[in-house]
């Protein structure tokens, strides 16, 4: 166990729909990063926050935003959702730069 | 652009079997080279290089970043089955006062008995 809480574990919505995904970093990480992954696509960085601000922005869509609370946790919102959305959405926490990346167990968004 | 790539694409394997999995990049102001294990769900820490010529181990697995020639190998000696997985590669850089971290689109290594 990684320490890192994602909710919900899947997700099954309709096209045009919102969603908001949910992410619990490890204790005393201020750092959250998401990520996309789809088969063909690999791993893709989304968006990362520090003790509640953005410090960097990958191929998010403008339909996709985040933001992480006073309390660390982090939301993704997705909206306006599209077929090609449906893909497993990690979060990951950490320390700081000199420390890897500890992963959530990732929400399965399907969008019927 | 900024890139990570992963060779080979799929590896299968049998048990006993010594395989290096390889991780080239093009980033600028490299920071860190990471390597992590993808089974079923999570991703998995393994390494973390920083440092070029230093090799970093763990039981049967181990790594070395070479930061001239811009790559990274990651050796599996005495593979099992339970070393079936993606091996994902991530290099985090920085650029002014933002970084990123990204990946690579991974090895899957199968380990058949």
């Known amino acids: 166990d990684s320490g890192v809480t994602q909710t919900p574990k899947h997700l099954i919505t309709a096209t045009g729909q919102r969603v908001t995904l949910r992410c619990s970093p490890r204790s005393g990480d201020l750092s959250v990063y998401w990520y996309q992954q789809s088969l063909d696509q690999g791993l893709q960085f989304l968006i990362q926050y520090y003790n509640g601000e953005e410090r960097a922005k990958g191929n998010i869509l403008e339909r996709f935003s985040a933001q992480q609370f006073p309390d660390l946790h982090s939301e993704l919102n997705l909206s306006s959702l599209e077929l090609g959305d449906s893909a497993l959405y990690f979060c990951?926490?950490?320390?700081?730069?000199?420390?890897?990346?500890?992963f959530g167990n990732g929400t399965r968004l399907t969008v019927t | 652009e900024d890139k990570v790539v992963q060779s080979p694409l799929s590896l299968v394997v049998h048990e006993g079997d010594t395989v290096t999995l390889n991780c080239s990049y093009e980033?600028?102001?490299?920071?860190?080279l990471l390597w992590y294990k993808q089974e079923k769900k999570a991703p998995t820490f393994l390494f973390m290089l920083?440092?070029?010529?230093i090799e970093k181990k763990s039981g049967r697995l181990s790594s070395i970043l070479d930061k001239k020639e811009l790559f990274s190998i990651l050796n599996i000696t005495a593979t099992q089955t339970g070393d079936s997985a993606v091996y994902l590669c991530a290099v985090e850089y920085h650029r002014g006062s933002q970084g990123n971290l990204i990946f690579g689109k991974g090895t899957k290594l199968s380990v058949k008995p």
């Open positions: 920083t440092s070029s010529g």
């Open positions: 980033v600028t102001n490299f920071r860190s």
């Open positions: 990951a926490s950490r320390q700081g730069h000199n420390s890897p990346l500890h």
